[in-house]
């Protein structure tokens, strides 16, 4: 089930081939909207931001042979979305209300395993189960900056066990997963937090306890982390 007045149309940007993205990126305004089908446990959302990751910028590049290719040009990259349920699949509409998980008008997070149709449009496809409900106090563009580097670095955090107590050191830091890993670390209750960096003023201001600028110290070397 979804909104009756979804348009037929919709704009986005299309990849047309293997390079940097201001030179293969075009803007793309006729483009059919993709639609739900019934058990495919889909719900397609109204794209309020899309962010550009790093999986994004290696896929475009051609060039890493781990990262899954697309299949063919033109494609519409973007893995990261946040934005406004407009249908859902009708399997999940027909389950009790206690079990269904998401519903038309939820504000919600989702990202792709794999290629398919990507966020830089204003309507996307994801799976269910590759989404969340946007934290309320998260604006779109905020929510759609975590859904890759925050979640990756929660799973670090938890499988590291860290605790009260903690000392932990993060090598590069001031990235999108080293910035998430320095505030999810101090949250799960580490008392010491190290970590390499160039900006140092950066992770001082996110609240590491010592910051060592990797191109002018080997961090090895400090007696403190030496083994």
């Known amino acids: ?20 993205a201001k030179e293969v990126l075009e803007m793309v305004d006729d483009v059919p909207v ?3 089908s019934r ?4 719900m397609l959302v109204q794209v309020k931001a899309c962010s550009m990751t790093p999986g994004d910028v290696r896929m475009l590049s051609g060039e890493a ?4 290719k697309p299949s063919q040009f033109p494609y ?8 406004v349920v407009v249908e859902i699949d009708p399997a999940e509409d027909e389950k009790p209300e206690s079990e ?5 008008g939820d504000e919600v997070v989702g990202t792709w395993k794999l290629f398919g149709v990507g966020g830089m449009a204003q309507y996307a496809l994801v799976k269910m189960e590759l989404s969340a409900l946007k934290p309320q106090i998260l604006s779109f563009v905020e929510a759609a900056s975590l859904c890759n580097s925050a979640v990756y670095s929660m ?22 997963l080293g910035t998430a890993l320095v505030q999810l670390a101090r949250r ?9 960096s160039t900006q140092v003023d950066l992770m001082k201001s996110l609240g590491v306890d010592c910051a060592i600028d990797y191109t002018k110290e080997a961090w090895g070397k400090r007696p403190e982390f030496a083994q």
């Open 1 to 20: 089930m979804g909104l009756t007045n979804l348009p037929g149309r919709m704009k986005c940007v299309m990849a047309t081939r293997f390079g940097v």
């Open 34 to 36: 993709p639609r739900v």
């Open 39 to 42: 058990g495919s446990g889909e």
């Open 65 to 68: 042979d781990l990262v899954k």
């Open 76 to 83: 519409i990259p973007g893995l990261d979305i946040a934005g």
């Open 100 to 104: 269904r998980k998401f519903r038309v």
């Open 155 to 176: 799973v670090g955090v938890e499988g590291a066990q860290v605790e009260k107590g903690s000392r932990v050191m993060i090598l590069g830091g001031s990235g999108g």
């Open 188 to 196: 799960a209750g580490a008392t010491y937090i190290a970590c390499t």
